[in-house]
């Protein structure tokens, strides 16, 4: 067994969350409108000490993206611990395109680039998004 603190498990938690999906109009981050809702939007976490792994799930909707349409998620279980995390996201449209994604964490915030650009919300029908993301807790 372990005699030190700082190898003993603080903290484990397993739970749910919802992702609330929002588009950058060209100044500010507002709440995405949809032209059809989705199916199915969920996500799960998992805890182990300072570290959060999340996913989400966003199925067959279609988007109504205003502005620049930059691509974020918000409602993170836990805060973001000075953007220390790192993931992936998989976009994909009707046509089955999917886009490998890098993403940046901040607070309780996920935003998504690809390549150089941020990913930006379309509005092609039956969309899906799938993503994940590891990060530190204070």
């Known amino acids: 067994g372990s005699t030190t603190t700082s190898e003993l498990l603080d903290h484990y938690e397993e739970g749910t ?18 032209t059809s809702s989705p199916a199915t939007i969920f996500g ?28 974020m998620f918000a409602g993170l279980p836990f805060s973001v611990s000075d953007y220390m995390g790192s993931g992936s996201i998989s976009y994909t449209n009707a046509a ?13 915030q996920v935003e998504f680039y690809v390549g150089p650009n941020w990913a930006i919300w379309t509005s092609t029908a039956n969309a899906s998004i799938t993503f994940s993301a590891t990060y530190m807790v204070s």
Do not use: D, H, K
């Open 96 to 108: 089955f395109v999917t886009e490998p994604t890098a993403i940046q964490m901040s607070s309780t």
């Open 44 to 71: 799960r976490y998992t805890r182990v000490g300072r570290q959060v792994f999340v996913a989400g799930r966003m199925v067959n909707f279609q988007a109504n993206p205003s502005g620049s349409s930059y691509a």
């Open 17 to 34: 969350w919802t992702p609330v999906a929002y588009v950058y109009n060209g100044s500010a981050w507002v709440t995405l409108s949809f």
